[in-house]
């Protein structure tokens, strides 16, 4: 019997208010299918959760967004984050579809 295929998608606004619609792989965060689509979203830490400047607001147009990691939650709590603000190094699409919008909140002036 074949495996149900996971067919989510990302719109995502990146750093230069520029839109892009890309599939995404579950297990992957926001960040990594960015950088594997050359969609610039600032991360000055690479992605260790450190930083701040992959930071995104997060629309689930379909199916929920997972939780904070603890990583995040501690930023979150530091900065002030709204509640649709997260980091996109920190948020992993998980093994079901979702149709998520993002959109990257360290812009270009
Ligand atoms: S890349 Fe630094 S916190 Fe996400």
Do not use: Y
Request: charged content about 30%; hydrophobic content about 35%; overall charge negative.
């Amino acid at each position: 019997m074949s495996k149900t295929q996971i067919r989510s998608i990302l719109k995502l606004i990146d750093s230069f208010g520029d839109e892009h619609v890309l599939r995404t792989t579950p297990g992957a965060s926001i960040l990594e299918i960015a950088v594997e689509n050359s969609v610039e979203i600032h991360h000055s830490c690479g992605g260790m959760g450190s930083c701040g400047t992959c930071r995104i607001r997060l629309t689930a147009v379909c199916g929920s967004a997972p939780e904070r990691s603890e990583i995040e939650s501690e930023m979150a709590q530091d900065r002030g984050f709204e509640a649709d603000e997260r980091l996109s190094c920190q948020v992993i699409f998980p093994d079901e579809d979702v149709d998520w919008t993002a959109e990257a909140l360290d812009r270009e002036p």
